[in-house]
């Protein structure tokens, strides 16, 4: 049930400085780089918007159900995957012979199960996920400007380990819509993905005699207010990341990600202080070869983050909620770097983010995406504890 709420007072100027930065930004790309590259970008503010209006996470959601078995958010991302599986599924199967596009297939290795387990402890220590860090920077918040820097420096050196990552065993690139078709394929990831949700709500019902609802009847001010002022119910969350999804296969020919751009923001700050990027491979041949040599704008992974920024920053200011004070703890600044180094070390050996990875292999039938799955939670359950041990958190004995 939706508690009763004061109408939010929108900070005018943080939203009058988005929106005209939206704006410039939107015309600057469609006339520099083509109206693709435009609306790609304002799909990332769509994005941004739903992640920080719905208070859409992973890091805390995960860390809540671990600790107090707090299970709707849980329940909201499983109904976002099994909502991108079936809009995907017929996509990628080829049922539109005439839509054209890839899915986001990753090996099935020891790098994904490190890379994984490497970024779930991140996620903790860090406070954010690839999606989360973005909007949260939007949202004002400083403290997580020192997690996205170091997600940066670890994306980078993961690009310069990820060969010999790679030389270890791995099954490759399991596709189950190659291996079933599509339809058989999406009717064993609902399956699957529906029995997650009935357990975690058996989990939640059994801790708190109850289920909190991922579906809200009830919007205290009026709905079209709730929709621009916010926060939305977790279930238009669900609908908005969807949607702006399913945009985001359609006009980019592929899944929404999030961080490859941040080894090449990495890569290109190197060079721009003397490194020799040439040295490492990842970087002398394909698609990174090009973006590195291309203006940043031209990556649409970059300019999707970009507009995830604006987006969230823009969903701040109509909420009235940007750059919250909060005071910076010394381990909450240390957790934040060594956070931010293991996210992007382990999302570039695990071929992705929770993202990148987890949601767009899962909604494109990747069995890389469920072993993400497996290993991210694993090693969201290590951050948890190392988040007790350095003070972050109170042990587990002492929650209610």
């Known amino acids: 049930m939706i508690e009763p709420r004061q109408q939010p007072k929108p900070d005018r100027s943080v939203v009058l400085l988005t929106v005209l930065a939206i704006l410039g930004l939107s015309l600057f790309l469609q006339f520099t780089f083509g109206l693709k590259q435009a609306v790609l970008f304002l799909t990332g503010v769509g994005l941004g918007i739903s992640l920080l209006h719905a208070a859409f996470s992973f890091s805390s959601v995960w860390r809540n159900f671990i600790r107090r078995r707090e299970g709707v958010g849980i329940r909201a991302q499983l109904l976002l995957f099994m909502l991108a599986s079936v809009l995907f599924f017929?996509?990628?199967?080829?049922?539109?012979?005439?839509?054209?596009?890839?899915?986001?297939?990753?090996?099935?290795?020891?790098?994904?199960?490190?890379g994984a387990f490497l970024f779930g402890i991140g996620m903790e220590l860090g406070s954010g996920c690839g999606s989360g860090t973005l909007s949260t920077v939007g949202g004002g918040h400083v403290n997580m400007l020192v997690t996205l820097a170091f997600f940066v420096v670890g994306s980078l050196v993961g690009t310069a380990h990820l060969g010999w990552w790679l030389e270890l065993p791995s099954l490759g690139r399991i596709s189950l819509i190659e291996a079933f078709g599509w339809l058989p394929a999406l009717l064993l990831t609902l399956t699957t993905l529906l029995a997650l949700y009935l357990l975690v709500r058996v989990l939640e019902k059994r801790r708190h005699g109850r289920v909190t609802p991922v579906i809200s009847r009830q919007y205290e001010g009026g709905r079209y207010n709730r929709l621009l002022y916010g926060p939305w119910p977790l279930s238009w969350g669900v609908g908005g990341l969807a949607f702006f999804s399913l945009v985001t296969l359609l006009v980019a020919g592929h899944p929404w990600s999030i961080t490859f751009a941040y080894g090449l923001w990495g890569a290109k700050i190197w060079s721009a202080l003397g490194g020799d990027i040439s040295a490492l491979s990842y970087w002398s041949s394909g698609y990174p070869a090009k973006a590195l040599a291309s203006s940043v704008l031209a990556d649409v992974t970059s300019i999707m983050n970009f507009g995830i920024i604006f987006g969230a920053m823009l969903a701040a200011g109509l909420a009235g909620s940007f750059a919250p004070a909060k005071k910076i703890r010394a381990n909450m600044l240390v957790n934040s770097v060594i956070g931010g180094l293991l996210l992007g070390y382990g999302a570039r050996l695990a071929f992705g983010c929770n993202i990148g990875a987890l949601f767009s292999g899962i909604a494109s039938g990747s069995l890389h995406g469920w072993l993400w799955l497996v290993a991210g939670f694993t090693g969201t359950i290590a951050g948890v504890h190392l988040r007790i041990l350095t003070g972050m958190d109170q042990p587990l004995r002492e929650q209610a």
């Open 90 to 114: 017929p996509i990628l199967g080829r049922f539109f012979p005439d839509i054209s596009v890839v899915g986001a297939l990753g090996p099935v290795g020891i790098s994904v199960l490190a």
